[in-house]
Each structure stands twice: as C-alpha cells, then as structure tokens.
C-alpha cells in the first residue's frame, strides 16, 4: 500500500473515532442520562467517558493507544486539564501577565484570550491561527516581551534545543515564569541526531516527529540557559480530592519544570 493511502486511511480512522466520541457524548445528553460522570476542566464540560489517541508514528502508521486519557470534547490530555487548573488555583491570570503561548491547547486558548486580550499570544511554526509563526530557536521578540511562558510538549520536537530555551529566556522578563513540560523518561536524556525516519524516532523517542527522549536531567539544560529551575509534579501543587482526581482524569504524574528570571 502506498504511503499516501496509508496516511489517508490513518486520518479516516482518527476521524470515525472522534465522531464516534462525539456521538457518544451528545446521544447521552440527548437520551437524558441523569448526570454525566466525569468533567473536563479543561474545556469544563461534564461527559460520558475518556478515550484513546492517536501517537502518530508518522509515515501514514496509526499507532492507536487505547489507554482513555482524552477528553473527547477538547482532546484534552492530563496535562492541559492539569494546567487548566494550575492556573484557576494559583490565581495566575489575575494578574494579567503578558503570556506567551505555544502551541496553543485549542480547549485552552479561548478562554486565556477572554481573560488576557491582547496580553496573550499565540505562537507555533506549524500550526494554522496562531498569532504569531515563531521559530522557537530564533523569535523575533523583543527581549523580555513576556512575564509568563506556557511551553508544552514542544522542545521534544526541536533539534536545537538550547537555542530554544535561550530565546525563551531572553522573550521572558526578570522576574517572569515559563512552565515547560516535555515527556521524561528516566534520569539520562536519550538523543541520535542520525536518527531521522519517523518509523524509527518512534521506537526511540516515543513519537515519530520527536528528537530525543529527554531525562530528569533537563534541568541541567534550562539552567544553562539562565533559568532558575524547579521540577515538580502537578498534582502535588493542586488542591485536589481523590474523587475529584477521579472524576477529572487526573492521576497521571508527570515531572514540569518551572523556570524562573530572576530579577
Ligand atoms: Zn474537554
């Protein structure tokens, strides 16, 4: 079979599960079930049930996982629903910083944009209606634009990653906070620039568009960069009971740094 129809077939499959969710959720509400169990507080809907996702191994391969970790709503992961709430309780936007934002969450944006007007900014390479095309490894903002950066599963996708975290430094103003996540596993970052086919990223970094596995030693990457850096996990900073862990799809820990300007 030949890539293209591959990839084709792989996008109708995504697409026949997330109507598929879709369906579920509203015929449940249309059929009048008498309270929905879980709630996203991401795109903060009540629904029926999580689903599986896509890892896109690249190269037209679908690689369903079918672990439910999605809201079928806003496509949510833990991560966004985690950072939605970090940002309700830590009382972030009151504020009213100058946010930068990348590769915007789209169950997140609309109401960061509500809140932050023309504070808030969106930016990505790739990604159509964003408010800026920025290459991360070299921005074209003034220095210290920003007192808060929202950077998410991204620097796994960039080779030159010390460029990257030394433009966010240099976008980010002294006394200013970035929050940067990518997927971590184990103590050691794992990186082979010559591996290049998405087949192959996939069996080494996870994903077939990622460069490298990091470890818990990124930290040592951010603080080459200028940054004071603090590791921590999300559920630890939130105010949360178990039922609400539950009821919200939150139990997945996963290691954030947040990384300071010092003034
Ligand atoms: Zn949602």
């Known amino acids: 079979m030949s890539k293209q129809m591959s990839s084709l077939i792989a996008t109708a499959r995504r697409r026949c599960r997330r109507l598929s969710a879709a369906m579920m959720h509203y015929s449940g509400k249309l059929l009048g079930f008498p309270r929905l169990p879980f709630h996203c507080p991401a795109c903060e ?13 690249g190269g037209g391969q679908s690689n369903f996982e079918p672990e439910k ?10 991560r966004t629903r985690h950072f939605a709430l970090y940002l309700e309780q830590q009382g972030v936007l009151k504020s009213k910083p ?42 074209t903002f003034a220095d210290a634009s920003f ?7 991204v620097l796994e996708h960039v080779t030159e990653d010390a460029a990257a975290m030394s433009e966010l430094y240099r976008v980010l103003a ?15 970052t794992y990186e082979d620039d010559s591996i290049t086919d998405p087949r ?20 040592e990457r951010l603080e080459r960069a200028g940054f004071s ?21 939150l139990g997945k820990r996963e290691l954030i740094h947040k990384c300071e300007k010092l003034k």
């Open 45 to 57: 809907r009540d629904i029926h049930q999580w689903v599986g996702f896509d890892r896109g191994a």
């Open 69 to 78: 970790r999605l809201c079928p709503l806003c496509r949510s992961f833990e």
């Open 98 to 139: 100058r946010m930068l934002h990348f590769a915007p969450e789209k169950s997140l944006a609309p109401r960061l944009r509500t809140a932050l007007g023309d504070r808030y900014v969106t930016t990505d390479l790739f990604m159509s209606g964003v408010d800026r095309k920025e290459d991360i490894t070299q921005m």
């Open 147 to 153: 007192d808060f950066i929202y950077c998410s599963n």
């Open 174 to 188: 002294p006394g200013g906070v970035a929050i940067v996540q990518v997927p971590i596993r184990g103590s050691k």
């Open 200 to 219: 192959e990223r996939f069996k080494h970094f996870g994903q077939g568009d990622h460069v490298r596995y990091y470890g818990e030693d990124i930290d």
């Open 229 to 249: 850096v603090a590791p921590f996990y999300m559920l630890d900073e939130l105010t949360l009971s178990e039922a609400d862990i539950l009821r919200m799809n």
